[in-house]
């Protein structure tokens, strides 16, 4: 067997070892235009920042190591520029040499990954202009920044982009940051960002929503941006992270069937349409696991599972991909954010039925020290419960609580499997209620009917019927620091003495600072026969969707 692989970075290399744990006898080789093979492109911001010293250490498996314990031919500088099914023939360009030549496969794994977008603007290939997918890449925005670089534009608030940005203002940079959307992280429904979006500013990033770039300009010695609302930004360095698109050029124009945005389309065990070549990684369009609609998903974990399944088929063994949930996190600053599954935004998009919960639990154990809190937005089913997409954005303990609802999440579990969950607890690391406990019990709650709840969305709607009350049930220095307009304020613990106050007939929507004393109350009133609901998250949610305010 000989096994040919185009890309030798996350999807191709971890395909190439795993083909060589399946068989001693196969040929393996390995191409990859870049000089360098497996290293860590989710390292490369902080190296740029300083965190990471040793550039060594971005190196995943180094050449040495991939060449002795993994008998893997590499072709580093080397481009496949086409491929022959009907000879099954690669066509390859040593950049090194300038020589071109074929080579033979049996089997073709293409790991081609994405490229970073580059779009037509005015000024896009003015020197000092970036994007970051290579080491080569990283090497050029970190001597840019080392040779002194006083302002800079980050152009694209995604996972990348903002990566960039702490590592930017870690290095002392006066950073700008474009976003076209309403909102950082856009991958996240927009209040969940919130936190995110102030840790930024908090940092003093000049972060500017809704805004892009319209042409880039030389400016003295340096550059500047045009934005579309006509402000002209000077930066010494200015780095687009807008997005990737799938470099499947070289399967498109072999005839291997892509979908409608480039991803090459694959069957469960990862074979394109040729069935004598596979595709792994960014390069392809996946199920998505919850809608099992096509989706791009440009992640490092599906990548490098991906290069193990293509390789486990073509060495005999039925695995299958399963799809990808989208499980991603990020730091910025002292925040995370993380998410898994499918947002908010796109099960509306899709037209697909759902509720929804919002808790603020701390990490650990509220009585030991550090405990600091932590909002996650919990998607599900209606009736049967089943979890459908998770967000979390805090300080602490963000990590672990993303990961047992992914886990949750694949295992196609539903929200009262969550109130079951039996997680590790002393004080210093958990509750004996864990934060992932919390939200299944509210979202359980909810399910049962247990009590009603309503959403910050709905009060437009809600404070126009006549009957409507809104009721502050938090102590009256929390009220008086700040509440939703309209709402009367009633402490919790005065309730049952006040209910005077509260005329029958009237529909009450109860809140509190993040939920759980609004949900007593509601609880309480609804046993004296009120119509109550919670607002979900209480007022912590409010003013994450209402930030300005
Ligand atoms: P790549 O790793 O991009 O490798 C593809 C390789 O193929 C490239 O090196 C390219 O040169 C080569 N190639 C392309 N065409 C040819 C050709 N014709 N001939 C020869 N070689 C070719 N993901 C996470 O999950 N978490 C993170 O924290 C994270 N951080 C990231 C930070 C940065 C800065 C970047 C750039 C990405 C990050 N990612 C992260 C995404 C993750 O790195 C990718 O999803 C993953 O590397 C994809 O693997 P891949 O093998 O499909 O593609």
């Not at 909002?375 to 805090?394: H, M, N, S, W």
């Amino acid at each position: 067997m000989k096994l040919v692989i185009v890309g030798g970075v996350a999807g191709g290399a971890s395909a190439a070892a795993r083909a060589r744990r399946l068989s001693e006898d196969a040929r393996i080789v390995l191409f990859e235009r870049g000089p360098d093979l497996s290293f860590a492109n989710c390292g490369l911001p902080y190296y740029i920042g300083g965190e990471i010293t040793d550039r060594d250490k971005l190196l995943v498996a180094k050449p040495a190591l991939l060449r002795d314990r993994f008998r893997l031919d590499l072709r580093p500088r080397t481009d496949v520029e086409a491929i022959d099914r009907a000879r099954k023939v690669v066509r390859v360009r040593s950049l090194a040499e300038g020589r071109v030549y074929e080579e033979t496969y049996d089997k073709l794994i293409l790991a081609t990954g994405a490229a970073p977008l580059r779009p037509p603007i005015p000024g896009i290939d003015l020197p000092g202009i970036h994007t970051l997918r290579s080491l080569g890449d990283t090497d050029r925005i970190k001597a840019a920044i080392d040779r002194g670089v006083a302002r800079a534009v980050m152009v694209g608030a995604g996972f990348i982009g903002l990566e960039l940005v702490e590592n930017l203002v870690r290095r002392g940079v006066a950073t700008t940051l474009l976003e076209l959307q309403d909102q950082v992280l856009p991958p996240l429904d927009k209040e969940m960002t919130a936190p995110i979006a102030a840790a930024l500013r908090a940092h003093g990033v000049a972060l500017r929503l809704s805004e892009s770039a319209e042409a880039f300009e030389p400016d003295g010695d340096g550059l500047a941006v045009r934005t579309k609302s006509g402000q002209r930004l000077p930066a010494d360095l200015i780095i687009l992270g807008i997005g990737v698109r799938p470099e499947s050029g070289l399967a498109a124009a072999a005839g291997l069937a892509v979908g409608p945005r480039g991803g090459i389309q694959v069957d469960p065990h990862l074979r394109t349409s040729d069935p004598d070549i596979y595709a792994v990684g960014d390069v392809l369009e996946v199920p998505d696991y919850v809608t099992g609609a096509p989706t791009q998903v440009p992640l490092a974990g599906p990548a490098n599972r991906q290069g193990r399944i293509a390789a486990d088929h073509i060495f005999g063994r039925d695995s299958r991909y399963r799809g990808t949930q989208g499980t991603a996190i990020l730091r910025i600053f002292e925040m995370a954010a993380a998410m898994t599954g499918i947002s908010e935004k796109l099960l509306v998009r899709a037209g697909r039925p759902y509720q929804k919960v919002y808790v603020h639990p701390t990490q650990h154990a509220g009585y030991y020290p550090g405990a600091r809190p932590m909002t996650i937005k919990l998607l599900f089913e209606p009736g049967r419960g089943t979890i459908l997409g998770a967000q979390i954005v805090g300080e602490e303990g963000v990590e672990t609580r993303i990961d047992v609802l992914a886990m949750a999440l694949q295992a196609r579990m539903t929200i009262f499997d969550l109130e079951e969950a039996e997680l590790a607890y002393s004080p210093q690391f958990g509750s004996a209620k864990d934060a992932v406990n919390m939200a299944g019990f509210v979202a359980g709650g909810v399910a049962r009917g247990d009590y009603a709840q309503v959403h910050v969305e709905d009060l437009p709607a809600l404070v126009r019927e006549p009957s409507m009350m809104l009721v502050d049930v938090r102590m009256r220095t929390e009220y008086d620091g700040g509440a939703i307009p309209g709402a009367v304020n009633i402490p919790i613990d005065e309730l049952r003495e006040r209910l005077d106050a509260l005329p029958p007939g009237r529909r009450l929507i109860i809140y509190c600072q993040a939920g759980q004393r609004g949900y007593v109350a509601t609880r309480l009133l609804r046993q004296l026969g009120h119509d109550a609901a919670n607002l979900s998250g209480g007022y912590k949610m409010y003013r994450m969707s209402h930030p300005d305010r």
